[in-house]
């Protein structure tokens, strides 16, 4: 269950965002479909999605929602794959790694999880 304490409207990029897809910010403060675990990941989109250049619902602190690419454990910090579905964030070494929270659930690619909403980075030093 969505339980969000602040929403933020961002418009999408010329590009439509499917609802529970992890999104990224641009360079012209818009948002887009993430592509990597490095992109600068803001949450999920809201259960309506997006249509190209429209408006897009994402939740900045609570409990959100997001569609999943891999397994997650519950507890586990949760970042973006290639095709914007959430994974478990793993640092690598000299590389931010942008997570958009904190799974409240475990699940596996193609569930619709709980995450914490809690934005920030994972790092390793160099080996």
């Known amino acids: 269950m969505s339980n969000a304490l602040l929403v933020k409207s961002y418009t999408a990029t010329a590009v439509a965002i499917d609802p529970f897809l992890i999104v990224a910010a641009t360079a012209l403060d818009?948002?887009?479909a993430a592509v990597a675990a490095t992109d600068l990941l803001r949450g999920t989109a809201g259960s309506m999605g997006a249509p190209a250049d429209g408006l897009v619902d994402v939740d900045m602190v609570g409990v959100s929602k997001v569609k999943l690419g891999g397994?997650?454990?519950?507890?586990?910090?949760?970042?973006?794959d290639g095709?914007?579905?959430?994974?478990?964030?793993l640092p690598a070494n000299s590389t931010q790694v942008r997570i958009i929270g904190f799974a409240l659930q475990a699940g596996v690619a193609g569930d619709l999880i709980d995450y914490h909403v809690a934005p920030g980075c994972l790092s390793k030093a160099s080996a």
């Open 71 to 80: 397994t997650v454990a519950n507890g586990e910090p949760i970042t973006s």
């Open 30 to 32: 818009k948002v887009m």
């Open 83 to 89: 095709a914007s579905k959430g994974i478990k964030a």
